[in-house]
């Protein structure tokens, strides 16, 4: 069975799970894109694909890019952590054991802080840019 993502529950307590480079300055920037000529590792847009998360690795990472996104409004509540681990609300492809799942927010909590490993991106398009995936 597959479960719809439930972001509207992120969004209505107001969650921060999409940021764009904040130091890294573009070297072209248009109404629709930022381009940053040697890459940026400042973007982070989670949830921005129909993907879901299908690893345990994949689902501590989101974990602490979560944590670093919402550090400066104080740490998130463990119920926003134990939300997206339960399958049901869409977020990930599998079940987590409470202890395991304790143990990985017990881990974040401890090591977070720092921005986590992102991809290289070179361009980063607006939101609400209107461009379907095929035009970008």
């Known amino acids: ?34 381009y940053y000529e040697d ?9 921005n694909s129909k993907a879901k998360i299908t690893t345990y690795r994949s689902l501590k990472w989101h974990f602490y890019v979560l944590y670093y996104l919402n550090q400066d409004k104080g740490l998130l509540p463990t119920h926003v952590y134990k939300f997206i681990a339960d399958k049901e609300n869409g977020f990930v492809t599998f079940f987590i054991s409470d202890r395991k ?36």
């Open 101 to 136: 799942l304790q143990a990985m927010i017990d881990d974040v909590f401890q090591n977070g802080g720092e921005p986590p490993v992102n991809k290289k991106r070179k361009i980063i398009f607006k939101d609400y840019s209107m461009l379907t995936p095929e035009q970008k």
């Open 39 to 47: 890459g940026t590792h400042e973007a982070y847009h989670l949830f």
């Open 1 to 34: 069975m597959s479960y719809d993502r439930n972001i509207k529950w992120l969004n209505d307590r107001r969650v921060i799970y999409r940021r764009n480079p904040v130091n890294d300055v573009p070297s072209i920037k248009t109404a629709l894109y930022e």
